[in-house]
């Protein structure tokens, strides 16, 4: 069945240091793709999106990519900040009603 | 613009006991969904709406029951709680179907059965 996940449960990260959190995912016919970002406690809060008719998209301090020949999305955060704690999620859409959501990476800031 | 809004935000109950959670959003949205958030399963779809007096069942629907009377408002009923229904729940919406911008979260009701 169609499945996000991600590489890696637990990303730790220096502060200042860049952040990339990786995610792969099955379905080929998914033309629509979302970060989100959950911190403690709330709901999580779209970050980025990119559509598989690019393969880079630049937002404030963030970059996503997409590489739909290996069906891989990563997300980067430039001089990563305590603020940037929380859990990332991301997240596909294929033309459908419903968005389907990986099961998460929990970034920590070192100081 | 309040976005979406979950009351109430924790609650306790005993198995067998009934409750609805309540979901309102403001944003003339013609999507909401109800997701259920467990340590280590990510977020898991329980039912949605694709519009007034419609609903659907997503991919853990059993147990619970919704509503969709206004557009505005999204019900999640439990019938008869039980320990495996101790969850965060979420509600969210869009007005495209998460096509463009994905969706808008609630806050998040914190729910223990005991």
């Known amino acids: 069945g169609e499945s996000v996940g991600l590489h890696l449960p637990t990303l730790s990260v220096q502060e200042g240091d860049n952040s990339i959190i990786n995610c792969a995912y099955s379905?080929?016919?998914?033309?629509?793709f979302i970060w989100y970002k959950q911190e403690s406690g709330k709901g999580p809060q779209f970050i980025i999106d990119?559509?598989?008719?690019?393969d880079k998209r630049q937002g404030q301090r963030v970059t996503v990519l997409l590489n739909k020949t290996v069906k891989h999305l990563s997300l980067q955060i430039a001089a990563t900040q305590p603020g940037d704690s929380a859990v990332y999620f991301c997240a596909e859409n294929n033309r459908d009603d419903k968005i389907i959501f990986g099961k998460g990476t929990r970034l920590h800031i070192l100081p | 613009n309040a976005g979406v809004t979950q009351t109430p935000k924790f609650r306790v109950l005993k198995t067998g006991q009934s409750m609805t959670l309540l979901c309102a959003q403001d944003?003339?949205?013609?999507?909401m969904y109800w997701y259920r958030q467990d340590p280590g399963m990510g977020l898991r779809l329980i039912h949605y709406s694709v519009g007034e007096g419609t609903t659907a069942k997503g991919e853990v629907p059993d147990g619970y029951n919704v509503s969709r009377l206004k557009k505005q408002n999204f019900l999640l009923g439990l019938e008869s709680a039980a320990p495996s229904q101790t969850s965060v729940y979420f509600c969210?919406?869009?007005?495209?179907?998460?096509?463009?911008?994905?969706?808008?979260f609630g806050s998040g009701t914190r729910l223990t059965v005991v």
């Open positions: 990119i559509r598989s008719n690019m």
């Open positions: 944003m003339n949205h013609e999507y």
């Open positions: 969210a919406s869009s007005d495209t179907g998460g096509q463009i911008y994905g969706y808008t």
């Open positions: 379905n080929s016919a998914s033309d629509y």
